[in-house]
């Protein structure tokens, strides 16, 4: 795996590097990586859609929990672009397991490098990455890239409530709600939908360090070694939690590209 590649998994699993070996471990319990998956299938429901024969992208796909969710609920094609080879193994199995291995392809890659060159699905979805292409403009200018004008966006992030900048990694994209809708606009894309996501993710977050605990306690037993890092990572998880249910609001928001 390229270095960059690494970094940028590292960081958008908010762990160091030299743990992120150690994450299919730790993450083995959990199919969804905190994306609300429920909420963005809902979303899918509710939009105009031309047809059932549709293309669908999941950048940091992960696991395939919403790729492989929506190519069941749906029937739509879905492509997941991930880095992380064991979390594309679960994805592929997870396919087969729903029955729609033949609609769902999965590509790691490191999502940076896809998007660099165009493509025209009708949807795209970056869920609970945060800042990976940069700020919220930046993020809209890369994934407009990937969809057919018309074609919608859907992005699973949130803003601050309070602040106008947060000093956390994984957070420094984060501005306050009327800045963060002027960027997402910015190209004259229109906002046809956004739900919060914040007590969702409350539960989701609650369950995910109960599980995490648990393995971060059996690794620790079998490699003493990293005991302060694993600890390190727990407490850092833990203080995540707390930012997302003080410091920031979730929401999924959904674009649909303007006409150039």
Request: aromatic content about 8%; glycine content about 6%; charged content about 25%.
């Amino acid at each position: 795996m390229q270095d960059q590649s690494y970094k940028s998994i590292a960081n958008s699993l908010e762990v160091e590097e030299n743990l992120l070996k150690n994450m299919p471990y730790l993450l083995q319990d959990l199919w969804a990586l905190g994306s609300s998956v429920d909420q963005i299938l809902e979303l899918i429901e509710t939009l105009p859609l031309a047809s059932a024969n549709l293309k669908v992208l999941d950048l940091g796909c992960g696991k395939g929990a919403v790729s492989v969710q929506i190519a069941s609920r749906f029937g739509f094609e879905v492509v997941g672009v991930d880095a992380m080879p064991e979390f594309l193994e679960v994805a592929h199995k997870k396919s087969s397991e729903y029955l729609v291995s033949q609609i769902c392809t999965f590509i790691q890659q490191d999502i940076r490098t896809y998007v660099t060159e165009a493509h025209a699905f009708d949807i795209v979805i970056l869920a609970s990455l945060g800042g990976v292409f940069g700020t919220n403009k930046d993020t809209v200018k890369n994934l407009r890239t990937q969809v057919k004008t018309g074609g919608f966006i859907i992005i699973d992030d949130g803003f601050l409530k309070n602040k106008e900048f947060l000093n956390r990694k994984g957070y420094d994209h984060c501005r306050d709600y009327k800045t963060t809708l002027d960027e997402l606009k910015a190209f004259g894309d229109c906002l046809v939908n956004e739900i919060s996501t914040s007590e969702v993710s409350k539960n989701i977050n609650e369950e995910y360090i109960k599980l995490i605990d648990k393995r971060i306690m059996e690794l620790m037993a079998q490699n003493p070694d990293l005991e302060n890092d694993l600890k390190k990572y727990l407490a850092l998880q833990r203080e995540e939690c707390e930012i997302l249910d003080t410091e920031v609001e979730g929401r999924i928001w959904v674009l649909k590209k303007a006409e150039v």
